[in-house]
């Protein structure tokens, strides 16, 4: 059964009604609520510079985001994913974000993001960055060593696989 005019119209207004709401990011955690997994195309090793001889590191693979850092270890950080946190549903680039959930809740109840990490940042493969993401009026989150050094580090890229340029 197809829908007639005058359903398509009605719907498209419902529509148009949300997207000042989307656009505010009032409607995020509904987007966020499935429980995302990192796509395969961003596993793999991060340091700063591709250097994986360098501090720190960030390991993505099936299981999660794993830190090794000169101030300690963090296994399987608890993400949120987002595939179109920027752009909105319109999004179509590469870029795939994963807000850390650490130190409880905010003040209307849902964990605190602090940590943002951008996997191919800036439309470039192979390319992270991690950046505090509280908002301004937001008392600031303590980080753990292992995240404040990621954090304090900024910019990482895809480790070298042996005798392959990084990406």
Not at 60 to 86: C, E, I, M, N, W
Not at 91 to 105: D, E, F, L, N, R
Request: proline share 7%; charged share 20%; hydrophobic share 40%.
């Amino acid at each position: 059964m197809s829908e007639t005019t005058e359903q398509c119209q009605g719907r498209a207004r419902g529509l148009v009604r949300l997207a000042p709401a989307l656009a505010a990011g009032w409607l995020a955690p509904l987007a966020l609520a499935g429980d995302l997994q990192l796509p395969p195309d961003v596993h793999g090793t991060y340091a700063p510079g591709g250097d994986c001889a360098r501090q720190p590191r960030i390991a993505v693979d099936k299981d999660g985001v794993h830190l090794d850092t000169a101030a300690g270890q963090r296994r399987s950080l608890p993400l949120l994913v987002s595939y179109t946190f920027v752009g909105g549903a319109r999004y179509s680039g590469i870029q795939t974000w994963a807000m850390v959930k650490h130190g409880g809740k905010d003040r209307w109840g849902d964990d605190k993001t602090p940590v943002l990490l951008t996997f191919n940042a800036n439309e470039r493969r192979g390319a992270l960055s991690a950046e505090l993401s509280e908002g301004v009026n937001e008392p600031r989150t303590a980080l753990d060593g292992p995240l404040a050094s990621v954090v304090q580090a900024g910019r990482f890229r895809l480790c070298r696989a042996a005798g392959k340029p990084a990406p």
